[in-house]
């Protein structure tokens, strides 16, 4: 059975509390295991949510601060500790090389899986395609096809959020099927061919919207929050401060509680997960109001550690 959910390993932002660890997040998607923004501490967190490394097919890291980069080192070397029997991809801003490379090689260890290496961006782009699975590069046999693009934010430090979009496909509609005599084998014969005996795949099958899955984080608001957003079945996105404190957040390079909401309802967005708190706040259930005061009517999940958030089902 596939297996499409969100696991959120930390939620804090800068510094962590009692409560909260620093990021991590990973996507389970039909067999792949998308790991973004490992703070510090993700691989303990990993192992009380029950993530194993074999579960990790990519890592995709937004921008090199501490409390989305600095658990790099020990996942990459529980990776190989574990001999990890696929490749492993690894997508990150390409400015920041540099840091990839310390935290890679942060300590001796024995490298015994193949980390391919695909950074995102250079001088003066604001949007790049960092990978398409459908060419197998995430190791697992038959792999799901999406694809996977980066885009630019607005943050201090170069920052990408990243998008993943399954390809529109079809819906069979049995009543037509059966009002043409399609049936058993040759169902599949006309989803291959398009056509059979003068039946168009078109005349007994509807559009099936594929499902769209955003991760936004450390920016303010910019284009690049928009295009990734837009339409999205579930959209992971941070909300540091409460709309109060919206001159901090512009200062940080960061949104509030409101403009997250604000920017999943003008982007249809089914699903809003919010996390990236700041310490300063203890109740997060504030997050939660102002992002419905900004006009969000869809399911909301305010992020605690260790929460699991299904992806929501196919559209009509």
Sequence with gaps: MSLRELVVLGTASQVPTRHRNHNGYVLLWDGHGILFDPGEGTQRQMLRAGVAAHDLTRICVTHFHGDHSLGLAGVIQRINLDRVPHPVVAHYPASGQRFFDRLRHATAYRETVRLDEQPVGAAGESTAVCAD????????????????????????????????????????????????????????????????????????????????FAF???????????????????????????????????????????????????AGVRHLVLTHFSQRYSDTSLFARQARQAGFEGELTVAEDLVRVPVPKRRP
């Design 216 to 266: 936004v984080m450390d920016t303010r608001m910019c284009d690049g929050v928009h295009v990734l957003a837009r339409d999205c079945d579930l959209l992971v996105i941070e909300a540091t401060f409460l709309d109060e404190d919206v001159s901090l957040a512009e200062e940080y390079g960061h949104l509030t509680a409101g403009q997250a909401g604000r920017a999943a309802a003008e």
């Design 133 to 212: 699975v459908t060419d197998g590069a995430g190791g697992r046999g038959d792999v799901p096809p999406f694809t996977l693009t980066a885009h630019r934010l607005s943050h201090p430090v170069e920052s990408y959020g990243y998008r993943l979009v399954e390809p529109d496909s079809r819906r069979m509609l049995p009543e037509e099927l059966a009002a043409r005599g399609i049936r058993g084998p040759d169902v599949a014969r006309l989803q291959r061919e398009g056509e059979l005996r003068g039946v168009r795949l078109e005349d007994v099958s509807a559009p099936r919207p594929g499902q769209r």
